[in-house]
């Protein structure tokens, strides 16, 4: 595997953009619902419930059948095959609810018509009597009800924790509740389908996972998968909402597309967009620490209570990879880490950027901020004494060695350059003398492991063609989703060759090319489809070397690739000559590649392993202001170290990490998803759900990357993902304005904020302690 450490490439040594920024300014990029329609193509609209928790006792759909418009209507009545769209064929979640309605928005019917706007205006037509009964919205509720799972937790253990916490010198417990998340992509779900002959269909779907598509749009119409085509140019942002929420879009435009034998798009409005579809999870988590008089943590419990909504999704894996973030970048001599997956009456939420790791990661900052207020000292300096060492606190609470740990410089550097110590001692001192606004500041480290738990996934597969004029496509299981995915696999590619990127192009991920692909998450996709493309490159290579040498009559060795050209011994030909002489000769100018990752292992029943390939680490110092009167606040500067090993495309890198801690600083801070006491999400529009604006980023804003890191594990130019690590970058700000809170009462009790740290959240949080401080 050492053959993927790649040196000296011009291709990627070079500034390159994204090869679709232009595109996306300009508005000419082409996503679904740019798609040129074929003539006489259909609209689907869905048709939800009201209710969250009902016995569907009748659904009268006459009027809708009637409506302007419409051509038909899809109810379960009509699926030829199984009404199950679980990822994992689990039949816990259906395409249209029949007989029970689990949550409110869930799909029951959907209308076929002309056009949207009449299928949606019909759509609202159905009349349907409900039994209704009392929904369990929280995990508290969904306790009290009965305590109903999604499935079996993991529980970790290392030591005997009882015994632990009975010796240490202190002993803190707690509890913090963790709000979800919208994804908010900009381009909404959206389907297009056409069919073809003998029942098949193609399927053109916003999704990060098409080969979950096949299988569920197969499933749906009684077909196996290679009836079944899907193709993903690219989307419009994802976060994880594209990997298992998509499959309904597509199976409902199969499904109308297969019956009218005409092609269907469906793409829902925002509003229902953000209440049909799952979010990031909320996690309630009781933790109990105990630590010595120094602050090191001799020993943690944790309890991670996930609400999953009405199905399993990804929830296993979601509150799988919580359990193995409890721990973030510190060393636990004793644990216990169990998670539970608690059924409720909302929407099933699924994958979002991060996958569980930022709810954990935020817990264990929780718990040294605790030891760090207990012992009157700066959480940093607590953090410090409990990072994993390379001697003998260097194994995870799961199992894994910590083999790559760059941590503590990652931080001293950090602290360094952000000039922490200095700016921190300045704000307690300003704090002191101001009265209404007071300053925060926080350095949070960040570890986080890459790859899936679930073995099988950690495989990348690619096709590689160069036409006769040496121009190639690339096509890989990866999905394009504004990451830069594309550029990353091309700009490999044409570096094997010695060749300018605009000799490659990447063409969209099809089920038909590259079949069972992962889906696009976990920051896998360079990984596995970058190797992948490489392996295929260096397999045509290998022949054409072969031809060169027996052509030119000299040994392989003088043969090389570079700046367009083929140097063969004494002699230089260029790059369209060498591949049509290839082509002449009959050398094969195609070919497969293929990559899994190595040395990766877990069982999870013992809940002990080495899920991961490798480690990222990465800091942020951020400093915030708040105002005391209304509790909000300004985050004034952030700075942001960040491994990403041996970068691939360094603008591309720094885009994602900037881009990474703005969504998390929303999710810490401002995006509140609330149901009402029927279960329905009022906060389901841009009027009622608040992202990051421009003007909430930092007023300065240093973003760097760690030029010195290259990745022990043999990863394509020893690079490192980026793309999930940055969210937790945020932590810096929730812990800021907890230290601005902790100052109303002289830094003597720990802030214990919720998130998001909403205004109300956050004056809420400064009235408790002054009370306690009064109390006293």
């Known amino acids: 595997m050492d053959d993927l450490l790649r040196t000296g490439l011009a291709a990627l040594d070079q500034v390159v953009p994204h090869e679709s920024a232009h595109k996306h300014v300009a508005g000419t990029a082409e996503y679904i619902d740019d798609i040129i329609e074929p003539q006489n193509t259909l609209h689907a609209y869905l048709g939800l419930s009201s209710e969250a928790n009902a016995l569907i006792r009748s659904v009268n759909l006459d009027r809708v059948k009637t409506a302007p418009g419409v051509v038909g209507v899809l109810t379960a009545a009509d699926i030829v095959g199984i009404n199950d769209i679980s990822p994992a064929g689990t039949n816990d979640d259906t395409l249209f609810c029949d007989g029970r309605a689990n949550y409110h928005g869930q799909p029951i019917f959907a209308v076929v018509a002309t056009s949207r706007e009449a299928a949606r205006r019909a759509a609202r037509l159905a009349v349907v009597d409900y039994a209704p009964e009392a929904p369990h919205l929280t995990v508290a509720e969904a306790i009290a009800g009965g305590g109903a799972t999604v499935g079996a937790g993991l529980t970790v253990r290392r030591g005997d924790i009882d015994a632990a916490l009975a010796a240490a010198g202190q002993v803190i417990e707690g509890r913090i509740s963790i709000g979800g998340q ?20 193609l399927v053109y779907s916003a999704t990060q996972h098409p080969g979950d598509v096949q299988e569920v749009v197969a499933r749906i119409l009684g077909l196996e998968s290679n009836g079944v085509r899907v193709h993903v140019r690219r989307m419009g942002g994802a976060f994880g909402g594209k990997e298992t929420q998509g499959t309904l879009f597509g199976a409902v435009a199969a499904l109308a597309a297969r019956k009218f034998r005409r092609a269907v798009k469906c793409r829902p409005d925002r509003d229902d967009d953000m209440v049909i579809t799952g979010k990031r999870h909320e996690f309630e988590i009781d933790y109990a620490v105990g630590f010595d008089d120094a602050g090191v943590i001799e020993g943690v419990r944790m309890g991670l209570h996930a609400r999953c909504g009405h199905s399993l999704d990804l929830s296993r894996g979601v509150a799988d990879r919580a359990v193995m973030h409890a721990d973030n970048a510190y060393f636990y001599p004793s644990a216990h880490v169990q998670s539970t997956l608690h059924r409720t009456h909302t929407v099933s939420n699924t994958a979002f950027r991060g996958y569980g790791g930022p709810q954990a990661i935020i817990a264990a900052e929780r718990v040294i901020e605790e030891i760090a207020y207990a012992l009157g000292e700066d959480p940093l300096e607590i953090a410090k004494r409990n990072f994993y060492d390379d001697e003998k606190r260097n194994t995870t609470h799961f199992g894994q060695p910590v083999t790559d740990n760059i941590m503590a410089r990652i931080v001293a550097e950090l602290e360094a350059s952000s000039a922490y110590q200095e700016r921190r001692a300045e704000i307690i001192e300003a704090n002191q003398k101001s009265e209404f606004i007071k300053r925060g500041i926080a350095l949070s480290p960040i570890k986080y492991g890459i790859g899936y738990s679930k073995k099988s996934m950690n495989q990348g597969a690619a096709l590689l063609v160069i036409y006769r004029d040496g121009s190639m496509h690339i096509n890989h299981g990866g999905t394009e989703m504004g990451q830069g995915l594309n550029t990353k696999v091309a700009q490999l590619v044409a570096a094997e060759f010695g060749l300018p990127l605009k000799r490659v192009r990447a063409t969209a991920a099809a089920t038909d090319k590259v079949p069972n692909a992962s889906p696009t998450s976990g920051s896998t996709g360079t990984d596995l489809n970058g190797a992948a493309a490489v392996d295929a490159a260096r ?37 369209h000559s060498f591949t049509e002489a290839a082509y002449a000769a009959r050398v094969p100018l195609s070919a497969t590649g293929f990559h899994k990752v190595p040395h990766i292992h877990w069982d999870r029943n013992a809940g002990q392993g080495s899920p991961y390939g490798y480690f990222t680490y990465g800091a942020s110092c951020s400093e915030v202001a708040v105002d005391t009167l209304t509790g909000e606040y300004v985050v004034l500067r952030t700075d942001i170290l960040q491994d990403v090993g041996r970068s691939v495309n360094r603008d591309i890198d720094l885009g994602q990490i900037e881009g990474g801690f703005i969504q998390g600083m929303g999710w810490l801070t401002t995006e509140e998803l609330w149901w009402d006491k029927a279960g329905r999400l009022r906060t389901h529009a841009p009027s009622t759900y608040k992202i990051p604006l421009a003007s909430d980023r930092p007023r300065i804003f240093n973003v760097d990357i760690a030029e010195w890191s290259i990745n022990k594990a043999p990863t394509v130019n020893r690079s490192k993902a980026v793309g999930e690590p940055p969210i937790m970058l945020a932590n810096s700000v929730f812990g800021a304005i907890g230290m601005a809170v902790a100052s109303v009462a002289d830094y003597r009790f720990a802030p214990r904020l919720d998130t998001p740290a909403t205004p109300e959240r956050v004056l809420m949080a400064m009235q408790r302690l002054k009370e306690k401080a009064g109390a006293g």
């Open 182 to 201: 919208e994804h908010f992509y900009l381009e909404g779900q959206v389907s297009l389908a056409l069919p073809g002959e003998d029942g098949e269909v």
């Open 539 to 575: 397999r045509i290579k290998r022949d054409l070397v072969t031809f060169a040498a027996d052509a030119w009559k000299v040994h392989e060795d003088e043969v090389g690739f570079e700046n367009e050209t083929v140097r063969i011994g004494s002699h230089i030909v260029s790059w």
